[in-house]
């Protein structure tokens, strides 16, 4: 019995350091790893489970359920508490900034402006200079606002344009919505706050 509790034990240190390993590691997701990083990876991997893996089956099971487990309870307290979440995650990066880009955040990432470039041009983004903010969020993924000018209309401003110029009648909600700039807090607001 004190063999499962030491296994348990040893689970338990894996699974935190992996986890704090794989944060430092980087925020690239498995779809943007390059070779060395997938292989890094995988070795990390391989490197937690072998003290488990060469004990037996039941061991084994027993680390994989506390495996399991700690992931669930780290998830809850991600959803719980926006401080532990950040703890695990870490903050969205700031990568453009009024379509500058932010050579001190790309160097903390470790992402070069072509792997941006990249990202911007699979959203269908051409120009920088279209970009308000980018962000690299936690998951490795590129979020990004638009400039206002690079925006696309949206359906309620061609109707009220229509209803304008062409005399018909437009619901007052909707040329609300073209004559005042909106109110709501931005996604990207709480990233610049930090």
């Not at 990876?41 to 495996?67: K, Y």
Request: proline share 4%.
């Amino acid at each position: 019995m004190n063999e499962i509790w030491s296994e348990i034990w040893k689970a338990l240190v894996l699974i935190i350091v992996g986890m704090l390993v794989l944060r430092l590691a980087g925020r690239k997701s498995i779809s943007q790893m390059t070779i060395p990083t997938t292989i890094a990876m995988i070795s990390i991997g391989t490197i937690i489970v072998q003290p488990i893996a060469d004990h037996s089956i039941l061991i084994t099971i027993v680390a994989a359920a506390v495996f399991i487990i700690v992931l669930i309870i780290v998830e809850w307290l991600q959803v719980r508490w926006n401080a532990f979440e950040r703890l695990i995650k870490g903050p969205a990066v700031i990568v453009i900034a009024e379509g500058q880009l932010q050579p001190k955040n790309l160097r903390k990432l470790r992402l070069t402006v072509d792997e941006l470039e990249m990202s911007l041009r699979g959203q269908g983004i051409s120009r920088l200079s279209d970009v308000k903010t980018a962000t690299i969020e936690p998951n490795g993924q590129l979020g990004y606002e638009l400039q206002d000018s690079a925006k696309p209309v949206t359906m309620a401003q061609v109707e009220a344009l229509f209803a304008t110029y062409l005399g018909g009648s437009c619901p007052a909600n909707e040329t609300a919505y073209l004559d005042q700039p909106d109110q709501q807090t931005g996604l990207f607001d709480e990233i610049k706050l930090q």
